[in-house]
T-cell receptor, first 113, second 114 residues
Framework: GENVEQHPSTLSVQEGDSAVIKCTYS??????FPWYKQELGKRPQLIID?????GEKKDQRIAVTLNKTAKHFSLHITETQPEDSAVYFC????????????FGAGTRLAVHP | DAGITQSPRHKVTETGTPVTLRCHQT?????MYWYRQDPGHGLRLIHY???????DKGEVSDGYSVSRSKTEDFLLTLESATSSQTSVYFC?????????????FGPGTRLTVL
């Protein structure tokens, strides 16, 4: 079945360093890849997404890259700040329709001052 | 936040009792979803709806049923709750087939089955 693998499961960085989270997906027909940030006790919130017709997208300190041939995509956070501490989820849209998303298991990012 | 509410926000119940969770949206979005979130598993799809009275199973549907009698409401029912259904449940909505694909989440319901 459709699957998304996410690594690492936990990531600890110093404030100001960069953080990279990687995901691989199994469905070669998938064409939409969102990233969600979930703070403790809150709902997941969309922070950036990428469609298969582009290889990279940036929004201030965050960027996402996509390699369709290898079926992997990554989230890059530069100049990390303590408020970036959260759980991050990647997802891939199912080719089965209905805008269904397949989620990775999540990465807990801790940014230490 | 998109206009999505969930009720109740917290519930403690006993094994074997029926439980219904409600998701309400004011965005008039076509698609609605129920997920459960457990440590180490991310968000797993329970059921989804693609219109009034149109629903289908997700990857972890056993023990759950859903109903959607109005565009704005999507109900999740645990017919006979078990301890394995202790989880945080999120509802989500999405607008259109073929894009935009974004899903927006409700605030979640924390369910504890004793």
């Amino acid at each position: 079945g459709e699957n998304v693998e996410q690594h690492p499961s936990t990531l600890s960085v110093q404030e100001g360093d960069s953080a990279v989270i990687k995901c691989t997906y199994s469905d070669s027909a998938s064409n939409y890849f969102p990233w969600y940030k979930q703070e403790l006790g809150k709902r997941p919130q969309l922070i950036i997404d990428i469609r298969s017709n582009v290889g990279e997208k940036k929004d201030q300190r965050i960027a996402v890259t996509l390699n369709k041939t290898a079926k992997h995509f990554s989230l890059h956070i530069t100049e990390t700040q303590p408020e970036d501490s959260a759980v991050y989820f990647c997802a891939a849209i199912s080719s089965g329709g209905y805008n269904k998303l397949i989620f990775g298991a999540g990465t807990r990012l801790a940014v230490h001052p | 936040d998109a206009g999505i509410t969930q009720s109740p926000r917290h519930k403690v119940t006993e094994t074997g009792t029926p439980v219904t969770l409600r998701c309400h949206q004011t965005e008039n979005h076509r698609y609605m979803y129920w997920y459960r979130q457990d440590p180490g598993h991310g968000l797993r799809l329970i059921h989804y709806s693609y219109g009034v009275k149109d629903t289908d199973k997700g990857e972890v549907s056993d023990g759950y049923s859903v109903s959607r009698s109005k565009t704005e409401d999507f109900l999740l029912t645990l017919e006979s709750a078990t301890s394995s259904q202790t989880s945080v449940y999120f509802c989500a909505i999405s607008a259109l087939a073929g894009g935009p694909y974004e899903q927006f989440f409700g605030p979640g319901t924390r369910l504890t089955v004793l």
